[in-house]
């Protein structure tokens, strides 16, 4: 079992930018294959991006494609969103999610993949 914790969250201004950490417990994290959903007020929750265990594959939501970079560092337990050029419709709560796969290079887009889950963390981008 994993569990996962959130930070990084806050308040930017629109074009800013913010970098959200994910940091699991265990000693198999690399085990892991990870991803950031997000959900805003009122709306369903939604994938942000994915990577898979050895870092070597991601994917991305088209609406973040080109502004956030999902990575991972094995060695700290640690998962990163790097979001840049941030807008207000990227307010929302943020959580990660992990899941185990034998797959080395394999990415998962899907909420109900993922076994694991933060507690998430805010992030609130002002106009």
């Known amino acids: 079992q994993v569990q996962l914790v959130e930070s990084g969250g806050g308040l930017v201004k629109t074009g800013g930018s913010l970098r959200l950490s994910c940091a699991a417990s265990g000693r198999t994290f690399s085990s892991y294959a990870m991803a950031w959903f997000r959900q805003a007020p009122g709306k369903e929750r939604e994938f942000v991006a994915a990577?898979?265990?050895?870092?070597?594959?991601?994917y991305y939501a088209d609406s973040v494609k080109g502004r956030f970079t999902i990575s991972r560092d094995n060695a700290k337990n640690t998962t990163y969103l790097q979001m840049n050029l941030l807008k207000p419709g990227d307010t929302a709560v943020y959580y990660c999610?992990?899941?185990?796969?034998?797959?080395?290079?394999?990415?998962?887009?899907?909420?109900?993949?993922?076994?694991?889950w933060g507690q998430g963390t805010q992030v609130t981008v002002s106009s």
């Open positions: 999610a992990a899941r185990t796969t034998s797959y080395t290079d394999r990415y998962y887009s899907v909420g109900s993949d993922y076994d694991y």
């Open positions: 990577i898979s265990r050895s870092g070597s594959s991601t």
